[in-house]
Structure formats: structure tokens, C-alpha cells
């Protein structure tokens, strides 16, 4: 059956006045009789403060999948444990491991869920290292192949605060939905890419296309090169509805408004999407 709204708790701006917004991301996935899925939790408990006012209760999701382990795709989950919480959360393993941002050469930045106490506060977590179905009509999928010269957007992502141990998000990961018209692609960063990202849809779920995609292109500040690929690759895989949030940045948007053929409507805030 797959699902039948997402709505956006939480991106980096937001589409209606009474609801806030963060440099985060979280989607609340609607999949009807079969429950509500939360994908991804935001920063800080901003997708807890829409998601009352929009009248959805996270508390009560069927399960918990969580993007990658970065701060603010994963950083709302504390809220929501002490909300009350207590269910499935799903994600790759490595969604745990220390990570930091290099900003300005030398000055490193936390970016990861925290110091680790939450994994032992999560008997009902799983891992993740390949597909799951979370509902009918909804699967994550994650080990993402980077394949050679498709961009990736790991710049300046390490292990270490000495810049020794390069980060490439190997738990990067995303959604694909039943969609009305075909698969819908929901992305959480895209750290792995957008090629890299719709051909792995593609060929391990044997698509034989890809109807829409939405969340973060992870593409604010990045080359033309990189904008250029993501565009040729919704093209390559026949999209034809795009909603960019979060990452995608405003030259990222605006890129694709013009390069991108099909429809183009940018996430924030309150965003109900029809898959």
C-alpha cells in the first residue's frame, strides 16, 4: 500500500508562521491502517513542538529509522525518549560513531548524536546494514556503493579532531515508498549522492524507475560539477517531482528549479507531500 502523507516536522525553514524551524531534518510518514513511521528527529525537539501542533503524536509511531548519525538528523532523538518513547529505532550501525565537522582549517566541531549513552538506552534499536521493511509499501536502504567519480558530500567529515581519519558516512541511508505514480525516493542528507544514491535504489530494489524525491541533496556550497550530476541523475532515472529541503541550499534549490524538467516544490516546515 506504501504511504499515504509526509509531512515535515522539521528543515531549515519552515512553510507556515506558527511553526518553528531548524537547521535539521524530520519527516512524520503517514502509511494509513499500517501506523505513522518517524523518519529522522532534527536537531533539538523542534519536530516534537510541529508535530503537536499539526495534531501527530511521534510518541506513538509504529518505529523510529534514523537517516545517518548526525546531529541534526539525530539529535531530537534524546526528546523523544523523554517524551516518553520506547519503541523500535532503526538505523545503520555506524549511526554511533564520534564524528566531526573541520571548519576553517584547524577548529573541529562535534556533529554526532552525542557521547554515546544514548546506544545503551536503546534495547529496541536495530541495525540496519542493508534493507528493512518498516511498514508495507516502505523500505530503508542503506550500504550505499560509492561508485568512482559520482560526487560524494563528505568534505571535511572526520573521526578524529586531528583530521586523521576521514568520515564517509558509511550509515547514510534512505526511504523508498510505494508511490501513486512509482517509487518515491526519501532522502535524509545524501551524503553518499544522488547518483550514487537513485542507483543503488534502482538496482537493489530493481526499479525501473524513479518517480519522485524528496529531503536533503546535500548540495549548499558545492561545486557545479556536483550540481550538474545531480540533476543529470534525476534525469537518468526519470524523475519527475522533486522536493529539495534541508541541505540542498538555496543555490542548490535554485539550480534545480531551472535545470531539473519536472515539477520542483521546496520543503519546509509543515510541507504535506502526496507520495
Known amino acids: ?38 523518519w529522522d528527529t532534527g536537531q533539538t525537539d523542534v519536530f516534537l513542538q510541529n508535530a503537536r501542533i499539526l495534531g501527530m503524536d511521534p510518541v506513538g509511531a509504529r518505529r523510529v529509522a534514523l537517516s545517518h548519525g548526525h546531529h541534526d538528523h539525530a539529535g531530537g532523538l534524546a526528546a523523544l525518549l523523554a517524551a516518553g518513547y520506547a519503541g523500535t529505532v532503526l538505523g545503520h550501525p555506524d549511526v554511533w560513531l564520534r564524528r566531526y565537522s573541520r571548519r576553517g582549517g584547524t577548529t573541529f566541531r562535534s556533529i554526532g548524536m552525542g557521547d554515546g549513552r544514548l546506544a545503551g538506552n536503546l534495547p529496541n534499536f536495530t541495525p540496519v546494514t542493508d534493507i528493512a521493511v518498516l511498514a508495507p509499501g516502505v523500505v530503508m536502504v542503506t550500504g550505499i556503493p560509492r561508485r568512482p567519480g559520482n560526487f560524494t558530500a563528505t568534505n571535511n567529515l572526520f573521526r578524529d579532531t586531528a583530521g586523521h581519519v576521514p568520515d564517509d558516512v558509511p550509515d547514510d541511508a534512505f526511504l523508498v515508498l510505494d508511490g501513486r505514480d512509482g517509487p518515491f525516493v526519501l532522502l535524509g542528507c545524501c ?13 537493489r530494489l530493481g526499479l525501473s524507475r524513479i518517480e519522485a524525491v524528496a529531503g536533503g541533496l546535500h548540495l549548499g556550497g558545492a561545486e557545479p560539477r556536483a550540481l550538474e550530476q545531480a540533476a ?44
Do not use: Q
Not at 537547521?23 to 518517524?38: K, N
Not at 551524503?191 to 538496482?203: K, P, V
Not at 534545480?256 to 520543503?267: H, I, Y
Open 232 to 275: 543529470k541523475a534525476l534525469e537518468t532515472h526519470g524523475v519527475r517531482r522533486l522536493f529539495p529541503g534541508h541541505c540542498t541550499g538555496r543555490e542548490g534549490v535554485e539550480y534545480l528549479r531551472g535545470a531539473f524538467r519536472g515539477e520542483t516544490v521546496e520543503s519546509g516546515c509543515g510541507l504535506r507531500i502526496r507520495p
Open 1 to 38: 500500500m506504501g504511504a499515504a502523507a509526509i509531512h515535515v516536522l522539521a528543515d531549515n525553514r519552515s512553510d507556515a508562521d506558527n511553526l518553528v524551524f531548524e537547521h535539521g531534518w524530520s519527516a512524520w510518514i503517514d502509511c494509513g491502517a499500517d501506523g505513522c513511521i518517524l
Open 191 to 203: 551524503h553518499a549522492g544522488l547518483a550514487n544514491t537513485l542507483a543503488h535504489a534502482r538496482e
